[in-house]
């Protein structure tokens, strides 16, 4: 079983793989976009996992389990059906993305789309403008995350680049951002300019490392996001590593 625990009155932030991620602040926990099965590549081989699931679906029980869009390495029926916990655990999902997760057997699910924002369990969660990267998943959503220690952070999305993403993005403790730059995701120097916008104080990418036709490497975003004059601190986990601040 994994660790959860921290220190102190610290945040903390797990690494599920893809965009996926646990984080925690004082008892509240919160999922977002976990994928842990290999659903994608049963039905598109060329896409299956580069490596197993740091973790099994049923190990896992949060708070809050958020959801950006219906893709299913975002939004994946079976992380959801082996997930353990649907009765106590408050979903949050822009619209169409909450409809599947009805027609998957999630009733207590809150809908929250880009400007709306709601407290579930003592935790502020906000609606953040993301650029749809299909016409199949249109009400794809970013998600500002507040604890009630004052910790936060934002988490992109799968999002496309246009000048309204620089100009709705908030300010976070943290921003976990997409970087493989491919169907219609962020290029990693998209994402620089995003972290410049945000001024977080960590910088954490992400979606670059399930599936290897859908790769980045995160050191070259590192590596430039240094040269761009950010003052963020750019974090680059591993899956199941624990980040804290």
Known sequence: MANWNLEGDKAGLW???Q??????SGDTSVLIDP?????????APAFKRA??????????????????????????PETI??????ESTAFVAPRFAAKKLRSLGIDNVTVVDHGESCVLKGVKIEGIFALATGPDCLDTCGY??????????YHTADTAKCDLLFKACPYA???LTCINGKWGNLHINDSIELTLAVKPMYVIPNHYDVMAL????????RYFLGESGSEAKCVILKPMEVFEW
């Open 173 to 175: 403790d943290v921003l």
């Open 144 to 153: 500002k995350i507040t604890f009630e220690s004052g910790k936060s952070v």
């Open 81 to 86: 059906a082996a997930y353990r916990h649907k």
């Open 35 to 43: 994928y842990l099965t290999d659903s994608v590549g049963k039905s």
């Open 19 to 24: 965009a996926g991620y646990y984080i925690k």
């Open 15 to 17: 690494f599920l793989g």
């Open 214 to 221: 859908n790769s980045e490497n995160p050191e070259s975003f």
């Open 51 to 76: 490596y197993p699931s740091p973790i099994e679906p049923s190990e896992i029980k949060a708070d809050i389990y958020i959801v950006t869009h219906d893709h299913t390495d975002h939004l994946d």
